[in-house]
């Protein structure tokens, strides 16, 4: 099955960075302004702000973007269903590392799953993945199960912004720009047409926002019934069982 992979996904530069835990890594819009990303916390367990985001989640969890796989990790260790996919090699082999399940996939691509998860997570920037929210949201809700819930965290900013953008570690700018977006939570309120607001909240200098699909009560007991709904194939990469 063929993966949409972005040109930076396999620089040496972001793989660099995660294998060593540490940056510096930015966005670089084309007039030049840089937008730091946070590889030691992503490359660091989960936090306490991660956890309570955790806390929350409903059934089987699809970690959309999800870096060197804290999260995913961190729902294994608890003994949830959980899969990460990132379009990134590294990525995913830093996830499976930490004992977690993930796929090198584009949220755009076929998924295991869909229509059948409980939660959908767009952590640590990931809502401006594609650069068109629209079309983000649109596939996040064909992924969920009725009612299923959609954790995204915002902008610590009012920002509505989109933009193409290229991978930098200050040196020298990767492959060809992609499209991104940068989305406060007003700004993802005002796409979330067919939501219905489940929570929203501040944790330190981070912002998160809960929307349920299709503005829909969740379904009785969502924990059991999506665990039972969801099954990740055989094929999946997975770590070692804890």
């Known amino acids: 099955m063929s993966t949409t992979v972005p040109p930076w996904a396999a620089a040496d530069s972001y793989a660099a960075a995660l294998h060593a835990g540490r940056g510096p890594l930015f966005l670089r819009r084309d007039d030049g302004w840089l937008l730091p990303l946070e590889v030691e916390r992503w490359c660091a367990r989960a936090d306490p702000v991660d956890r309570d985001v955790l806390d929350r989640c409903e ?12 999260l995913v990790a961190e729902l294994a260790a608890r003994g949830r269903v959980a899969l990460g996919i990132d379009v990134s090699e590294a990525a995913v082999d830093q996830t499976v590392r930490l004992g977690g399940r993930a796929l090198r996939r584009s949220v755009f691509d076929p998924l295991p799953g869909e229509g059948r998860w409980g939660t959908v ?3 640590d920037g990931n809502v401006g993945i594609g650069g068109d929210p629209l079309a983000l949201l649109d596939r996040a809700a064909a992924l969920l199960a009725p009612g299923g819930l959609l954790i995204a965290e915002t902008a610590p900013v009012d920002v509505d912004e989109r933009v193409h953008v290229h991978i930098t570690d200050a040196h020298a700018a990767v492959g060809a720009p992609f499209p991104w977006a940068r989305l406060g939570t007003p700004a993802l309120l005002r796409y979330a047409r067919g939501w219905a607001i489940a929570g929203r909240w501040t944790a330190g200098d981070r912002r998160f926002l809960a929307l349920r ?7 009785e007991s969502p924990a059991a019934i999506s665990d039972r709904r969801v099954r990740i194939p055989a094929a999946v990469r997975r770590g070692p069982c804890r």
Request: charged content about 15%.
């Open 121 to 123: 997570l767009l952590m």
């Open 59 to 70: 059934g089987a969890v699809l970690d959309v973007g999800c870096g060197p796989g804290r």
């Open 213 to 219: 699909s299709g503005g829909a009560e969740p379904p």
